[in-house]
């Protein structure tokens, strides 16, 4: 039980401390992890904890951690995954908001910081793609036609800024009629 404990607590600390982006960018690095390196869930149940963790409050990285830490280990499990994926963004945070505000305005600090702009931008997209298109043993993409419908008619509302709540809940209605009856 320890073993998969610091299994839990070194794989959450890497995604937490090389997740640039946030919760999205955080996708693709969660998934190596969690899918492809320990195994702990398969792509299907990888896209339902994406799903779930959309759906509840929170950052995606801390509530797949708790949801995942739960799977592997249990309670203690989950304690881990959350601190350890929660640890480095506050050590960072710290240490950032030390200097950042002396060095806000430093051409060196500011290139970094463009230069990290695309690179999230790229790992949101490799998140939807290994979402799309999974790279595993069972080869199955969660999106059929009816996921393609749904996808599109939201991103049209969205686009009409249509109250983001209220397309959760229907898309969950949608998905209930089409997949539950």
């Known amino acids: 039980m320890i ?11 890497k995604i937490g401390f090389f997740g640039f982006g946030g919760g999205y960018a955080m996708l693709s690095l969660i998934h190596s992890e969690v899918v492809v390196r320990n195994a702990w869930l398969t792509n299907g149940e990888f896209s339902d904890i994406v799903a779930i963790s959309q759906m509840t409050p929170g950052p995606i990285a801390i509530n797949s951690a708790t949801y995942i830490g739960y799977e592997v280990a249990g309670v203690c499990g989950s304690v881990v995954a959350t601190v350890a994926v929660c640890l480095p963004a506050l050590t960072i945070m710290m240490l950032i908001t030390r200097f950042f505000l002396r060095l806000q305005h430093n051409r060196y600090v500011q290139g970094v910081v463009m230069g990290m702009r695309p690179v999230v931008v790229g790992m949101i997209a490799s998140a939807a793609l290994l979402l799309i298109f999974p ?47």
């Open 135 to 181: 790279h595993s043993a069972e080869g199955r993409s969660f999106i059929d036609g009816w996921s393609w419908v749904i996808f599109l008619v939201t991103l049209l509302a969205s686009a009409r800024k249509v109250n983001p709540i209220l397309l959760i809940v229907l898309s969950g209605i949608a998905g209930v009629v089409i997949y539950g009856l």
């Open 3 to 13: 073993g998969v404990l610091l299994q839990l607590f070194v794989s959450y600390l």
